[in-house]
């Protein structure tokens, strides 16, 4: 039997089968990062090494996800000649990781990170925040981020509500900051037509349920069409398991602050009211800075 | 701790190879096995380290490729600058038994990423189908004795053709 982080889910051609893949999240941050000049003095790496700089860095992020506890990879420890231990993933299935740390100044994908997720009892829920969590801290480490986006790979089919935990639960936390500092933010969400995902006549569904959720910490704003609200310019075609979605929903809000944590809270709230509209599929959620800040007079 | 030439020579007497890793195991649980060595890596001050891998999976960059990837962590024992031959078997099960797909060597330090760690690739046919996979993988510190310990990962179903 396949694990717990396997699908088993039949396909009658190649095509399909690689539009099947096992129950995968992907989190990607968006924005600048400034390296600092000591960068070059402490980064040693072999000429034969594969892989960019930023991808070997960024593995930095699986150490520091281990440091919370989050097991996501699989390991023996070996103690004095002897085995003394075995672990396996539980919290999410490491995959692959990586970022584009081009210094030219533009915004580009800073950090990415592709996990499985777990599908089996006890389900965790799809770990977009500790995923955040860690790829912001490890850029944090390495030098001065603006952050501009984020977008999540979500396997709404895969998994379930998280009946433990609510969105709404953090309106208190992001309800204690300025109230007259604005951020205009943009929420998107795209999936691959076919597969039983949201459609552009759920938008107004969908706003409201996330402005019911978001419980007056951000003003949700009307649906709106794709390129009225700029934000991230996410290219799916470029990754292989985004590759046939398309935006089908986006809409605005305004916030009073502007984080990795605030786009996490935006995004996951998106995916509960997603859930909650009866047609779980794979898709793209992003949340990404319009304008701001402003201050209300 | 580095070996002399004598305990460098020991550990070579010492040393126990593994041919074929688990080619033939028909159990579908994550597990190690363990064979001679151990007591000479005791004695070699080997110290502590872990293997270390990721579970097959679909590439996220290149299209209709599976990857296994495998590493190891220095935790105490060997000197900074220790190399270790990283090997890495991707398996699928067919009939019953776990054949080997492809299979990737290199020697790396300690630490994984990109840079350090051996990664085995294997690029689906257009046949249609969905198998078990998993990995084998071996950690071998170069100027140490082996302890014959490989980690397999848990096994994965994937549409990948073969």
Known sequence: ?????????????????????????????????????????????????EGSVADELLF???????????????????????????????????????????????????????????????????????????????LARVGTVTFTGLHALLPLHATERDTAFHQIELAPWFGLTDPDVRYEVVVTVSCRPGEGGVDPGDAAALSAAVREKTSGAVDVLAPTAEGVLAGLDLDLSRTVHTEGMREVIRFGCVTREWSPDMAVWLVESTAEALRETGRPAPVVVTASLASGPSRDS | MRMGAASAALATLFAVGVAAPAQAADSDAPQYHSVAGEQAARASGIGAFRTMGDNVHFSHTVRGHINAHGWWKNLSGPARGVKAKVTVWLQVKRGGEWKTLTKSAKNVYQGGGSGKRTAAAYKCTYNVGQYDFRSVIDVDLIGYPDDSSKKITATQRLGCGL
């Not at chain 1, 009658?12 to 995968?24: A, M």
């Open chain 1, 1 to 49: 039997m396949p694990d717990e982080y396997s699908s088993g889910t039949a396909c009658f051609s190649f095509r399909e089968c690689l539009s099947v893949f096992p129950p995968t999240v992907v989190v990607g941050l968006h924005g600048t990062l400034q390296l600092p000049p000591w960068f070059d003095r402490v980064v040693e790496r072999e000429d034969d090494a």
């Open chain 1, 60 to 138: 930095l992020a699986v150490d520091r996800a281990g440091s919370y506890g989050w097991r996501t990879v699989s390991g023996l420890l070996h103690e004095d000649g002897e085995v003394t231990a075995e672990h396996e993933p539980t919290a999410w299935a490491h995959e692959e990781v990586g970022g584009d740390w081009t210094q030219d100044g533009a915004v580009r994908q800073l950090a990415w990170l592709g996990a499985g997720v777990r599908t089996h009892p006890p389900r965790p829920g799809i770990p977009v925040r500790p995923i955040a969590l860690v790829l912001s801290e490890t």
